[in-house]
């Protein structure tokens, strides 16, 4: 049998090498960190390493699309639905996750497999033959972008996407701050630092003041994705934005405030959201905050921050460039490119943006050589899923011309015009699974290897 090249060991090349491997197909899986690569963002160079955030966002399937997605992974035996599972820390009602926990988890399951290879390497180039599976992320190495483009025949796309702090959590003052989750749902899972109006307004306009990261020439005209916006950024929009954002107050009554002294009710004027960031619960990320302020500016203009004032961070926000494909022009329904067919892409280099939604394409591509070589047509998911609708939306559902990175959501799939509004979220998740179910039984993939 054909041994399967996967380059790129992040989340969607090991959901992509699980797949094959637990169904007995050989797989050399290629990480160039620990071979003589690094990138930017990452920290080390464990398999699935988790950048931006430790988060995988709601785990809703009734009334989310992304944890409609997490359902349908896990009915596919998703291994990073598996390491997410052991990896758990508390989140409400979101699923989030050690991230060393996490990582070893995924490599360990990897290790396990007899077929599967685990290569520390940097590859540099395109594949020639053999059936190939490119999953290097948004932090794609140059050489083989570069490759990448003389193989696609068009310019690569890009935008920047930037990393929130992290706060060691015995250094928050929590006499000013307060356990909680919006409208007390899921538990008390979250640092809230509450502000006042006088203390929001000079926050702002630290942010729209602080010294910032300067854009190298071949930066500056690349578009931020509206889903990872630099928390500046967004106060340069207005004196409100983020008060309608990361910072809204709106549920989160503050016991400290639930005096006379504040007759206009418990809400404070904005919210600086922590959420756990490790098991033992030591870190706390700050939530919505990713930043390209420098980091002298990040430490002091934080610290103003009611309950923060003494916070050490373990780490400061960051700032890297993104690679992504103009996916709907150079790749086919399959994922696999339309200049080489031996080669299918997945992850974030296709334009999904997320973990889950990286993941899951991984998955899919994994499902897709499987079928390949096992000499069966594969049967795509239908749209209604949201696995299919992310699948639809990256190969051809998109206008290529104003393509950008897109996470899992109802607006994807088909429309429901004749259900009521608020009953809207429900009908998709309820008909996405009952498709779902029908297409995993007719569809067959190939069985799990004993």
């Known amino acids: 049998m054909d041994r399967v090249h996967i380059i790129g060991g992040g989340l969607a090349g090991s959901e992509a090498a699980w797949q094959l491997g637990r169904r007995g197909i050989p797989v050399r899986l290629s990480e160039m960190r620990g071979g003589g690569g690094a990138t930017a963002a990452h920290q080390g160079d464990g398999l699935a390493e988790l950048v931006c955030s430790n988060s995988f966002r709601s785990d809703d399937h009734e009334h989310n699309a992304v944890g409609l997605l997490h359902h349908?992974?896990?009915?596919?035996?998703?291994?990073?639905?598996?390491?997410?599972?052991?990896?758990?820390?508390?989140?409400?009602?979101?699923?989030?996750?050690?991230?060393?926990?996490?990582?070893?988890?995924?490599?360990?399951?990897?290790?396990?497999?007899?077929?599967?290879?685990?290569?520390?390497?940097?590859?540099?180039?395109?594949?020639?033959?053999?059936?190939?599976?490119?999953?290097?992320?948004?932090?794609?190495?140059?050489?083989?972008?570069?490759?990448?483009?003389?193989?696609?025949?068009?310019?690569?796309?890009?935008?920047?996407?930037?990393?929130?702090?992290?706060?060691?959590?015995?250094?928050?003052?929590?006499?000013?701050?307060?356990?909680?989750?919006?409208?007390?749902?899921?538990?008390?899972?979250?640092?809230?630092?509450?502000?006042?109006?006088?203390?929001?307004?000079?926050?702002?306009?630290?942010?729209?003041?602080?010294?910032?990261?300067?854009?190298?020439?071949w930066e500056a005209d690349t578009p931020y994705f509206e889903g990872c916006m630099p928390i500046e950024v967004m106060a340069a929009r207005g004196i409100d934005t983020l008060r309608y954002g990361p910072m809204k107050p709106v549920g989160l009554d503050n016991p400290h405030w639930a005096t006379p002294e504040f007759p206009a009710g418990r809400w404070p004027h904005a919210v600086v959201q922590l959420r756990q960031d490790n098991a033992l619960g030591t870190l706390w990320n700050m939530v919505g905050f990713q930043t390209k302020l420098k980091h002298a500016e990040q430490v002091r203009l934080f610290r103003t921050i009611p309950g923060l004032e003494n916070a050490e961070f373990a780490r400061l926000g960051g700032l890297h460039r993104n690679t992504f494909l103009n996916s709907p022009l150079v790749l086919d329904r399959q994922l696999r490119l339309k200049a080489a067919p031996h080669i299918r892409f997945a992850g974030q280099v296709t334009g999904c943006e997320g973990y889950v939604e990286s993941a899951a394409v991984g998955l899919l591509a994994g499902l897709m050589v499987a079928e390949q070589l096992a000499g069966r047509d594969w049967t795509t998911p239908p749209r209604t899923t949201a696995m299919g609708a992310l699948l639809a939306h990256i190969t051809g559902d998109a206008e290529a011309e104003t393509y950008q990175p897109m996470n899992v959501n109802f607006g994807l799939f088909p429309p429901l015009p004749d259900v009521a509004k608020k009953s809207r979220k429900l009908a998709y998740t309820d008909r996405a699974k009952v498709d779902f179910a029908h297409w995993a039984t007719t569809a067959k993939p190939v069985e799990t290897a004993a």
């Not at 310019?155 to 000013?176: E, N, Y």
Request: with cysteine.
């Open 72 to 217: 349908e992974m896990r009915g596919l035996d998703s291994l990073v639905m598996r390491a997410a599972a052991e990896a758990q820390v508390p989140a409400g009602s979101a699923l989030a996750v050690d991230r060393d926990v996490f990582s070893k988890a995924v490599e360990r399951e990897l290790r396990a497999l007899p077929g599967v290879e685990i290569v520390r390497e940097r590859v540099d180039a395109l594949p020639v033959a053999g059936p190939t599976i490119v999953a290097t992320g948004p932090l794609t190495a140059e050489a083989l972008a570069q490759s990448i483009v003389a193989a696609t025949g068009s310019d690569r796309l890009a935008f920047f996407d930037a990393i929130a702090p992290i706060v060691h959590r015995d250094s928050v003052d929590m006499d000013v701050c307060w356990m909680a989750a919006r409208w007390d749902k899921g538990g008390k899972d979250y640092i809230n630092c509450p502000m006042t109006q006088e203390q929001y307004r000079a926050f702002h306009q630290g942010l729209l003041d602080g010294e910032k990261t300067e854009f190298r020439e």
